[in-house]
Antibody
Framework: EVQLLESGGGLVQPGGSLRLSCASS????????MSWVRQAPGKGLEWVSV????????YYADSVRGRFTVSRDNSKNTLYLQMNSLRAEDTAVYYC?????????????WGKGTTVTVSS | QTVVTQEPSFSVSPGETVTLTCGLS?????????PSWYQQTPGQAPRTLIY???TRSSGVPDRFSGSILGNKAALTITGAQADDECDYYC??????????FGTGTKVTVL
């Protein structure tokens, strides 16, 4: 069974940094692209970033490009999202998802999410 | 800035059929955008329903179906049930690694 477990969320001041993690199991992690998707309170879902299975290709939404960095450690089956220069509008639940990039281009399986709050 | 539009809300009676749509602010949706659909109950993670326009994800009941209708992607719920009451989102793949979520549709079953 595919399982994704996000961690690392919390309260951070504007301008601060946070690193999210997504521990994965139940599938061949290195063979799968992975995405981050977020949802601000009371709002819809927003795609944030995707990384290829090797980690060699990364893509970002305009709203986070230059501030967020996605990476992965295939030896640890773990996905990361380094978030810098955080703003109030980055407050959201952040989900990781197993992504079928370059196959059928969709999010196959989702984690339960971790909450990030950016506030002074 | 690409906007993917969905109806804000839909109300359906139990047993009826409802079709939700997913369009582009400019242009037509085709299979080349690999439309996918997700269901989300408040406070829960999304659940994948449909991918590649019309392929049901594992375990999804066959009352959910996807298609292209005119210039939009569509999700049809045939014989709506009470537990279909939640939010539905479409996603379009825009190329170059970029996805865009639709604005979401809140479905009420009453």
């Amino acid at each position: 069974e595919v399982q994704l477990l996000e961690s690392g969320g919390g309260l951070v001041q504007p301008g601060g940094s946070l690193r999210l993690s997504c521990a994965s199991s139940g599938f061949t992690f290195r063979s799968s692209a992975m995405s981050w998707v977020r949802q601000a309170p009371g709002k819809g879902l927003e795609w944030v970033s995707v990384v290829s299975g090797s980690g060699g290709s990364t893509y970002y939404a305009d709203s986070v490009r230059g501030r967020f960095t996605v990476s992965r450690d295939n030896s640890k089956n773990t996905l990361y999202l380094q978030m810098n220069s955080l703003r109030a509008e980055d407050t959201a639940v952040y989900y990781c998802a197993k992504d079928a990039l370059r196959q059928y281009y969709y999010m196959e399986v989702w984690g339960k999410g971790t909450t990030v709050t950016v506030s002074s | 800035q690409t906007v993917v539009t969905q109806e804000p809300s839909f109300s359906v009676s139990p047993g009826e059929t409802v079709t939700l749509t997913c369009g582009l602010s400019s242009g037509s949706v085709s299979t080349n955008y690999y439309p996918s659909w997700y269901q989300q109950t408040p406070g829960q993670a999304p659940r994948t329903l449909i991918y590649n326009t019309n392929t049901r994800s594992s375990g999804v009941p066959d009352r959910f179906s996807g298609s292209i209708l005119g210039n939009k992607a569509a999700l049809t719920i045939t014989g709506a049930q009470a537990d279909d009451e939640c939010d539905y989102y479409c996603v379009l793949y825009m190329g170059s690694g970029v996805y865009v979520f639709g604005t979401g549709t809140k479905v009420t079953v009453l």
